[in-house]
């Protein structure tokens, strides 16, 4: 059961913010975001997590919006080495994390 | 330098042949998983452990074993019965403390078999 939507693809000029959208309009409560991407033939790399509020790290930022039915990720100046597969999971702890087919973003020089 | 590793990255084998593929990780988590990845696809859940001498069936378990017999280590042998083995493997563990969860991943092992 795919609790998450996401574009299969997206183009993003480098340099420019990069904006990657999910739906999970059946999240529950006590179940996070969490956002993990994969470059091409590589083990898939943890970028950000959030439960309600907007986080930020070094990497990314993550807003949910308020009912917590959506989400987006943001690369805010994207490079070439961010184009990889972008992953958005629901996830309440001591679940399995359930990798749908992601978004693949193409970073366009 | 903590991590998880596996090995080989590249594995080739004839049909028939089983085969153990290797992951370990120095991270002190409790818990590791074992994922397949076909061409285009998300990861599906072969096996997963929480604990040392304990580990439960994923979704697509039938044709594959694991054994924990170790904390660091979590080796997934690729049986005969699998019928559609060549695939990409990942392996990743988790800490499963102060509530969170996360997963983090090895670079995998792309195994073909001929």
């Known amino acids: 059961d795919a609790k998450t939507t996401q574009p299969t693809s997206m183009d993003c000029a480098e340099g420019r913010a990069a904006n990657l959208p999910c739906n999970h309009s059946t999240i529950s409560g006590n179940e996070y975001v969490y956002w993990y991407r994969q470059i091409h033939s590589q083990g898939p790399q943890y970028i950000i997590h959030?439960?309600?509020n907007n986080e930020t790290n070094e990497m990314a930022s993550l807003i949910i919006t308020e009912d917590r039915k959506s989400s987006t990720l943001i690369l805010p100046h994207a490079t070439l080495r961010d184009t990889a597969v972008y992953y958005c999971?629901?996830?309440?702890?001591?679940?399995?994390?359930?990798f749908g087919p992601g978004t693949r973003l193409s970073v366009l020089p | 330098d903590g991590g998880i590793t596996q090995s080989p990255k590249y594995l080739f084998r004839k049909e028939g042949q089983n085969v153990t593929l290797s992951c370990e990780q120095n991270l002190n988590h409790d818990a590791m998983y074992w994922y397949r990845q076909d061409p285009g696809q998300g990861l599906r859940l072969i096996y997963y452990?929480?604990?040392?001498?304990?580990?439960q069936k994923g979704d697509i378990a039938e044709g594959y074993s694991v054994s924990r017999e170790k904390k660091e280590s979590f080796p997934l042998t690729v049986t005969s019965a699998q019928k559609n083995p060549t695939a990409f493997y990942l392996c990743a563990s988790s800490a499963r403390t102060s509530g969170m969860d996360t997963q983090y991943f090895g670079p995998g092992t792309r195994l073909t078999v001929l």
């Open positions: 959030g439960l309600k």
């Open positions: 999971i629901v996830h309440n702890y001591g679940q399995n994390f359930v």
């Open positions: 452990s929480q604990i040392v001498n304990d580990f």
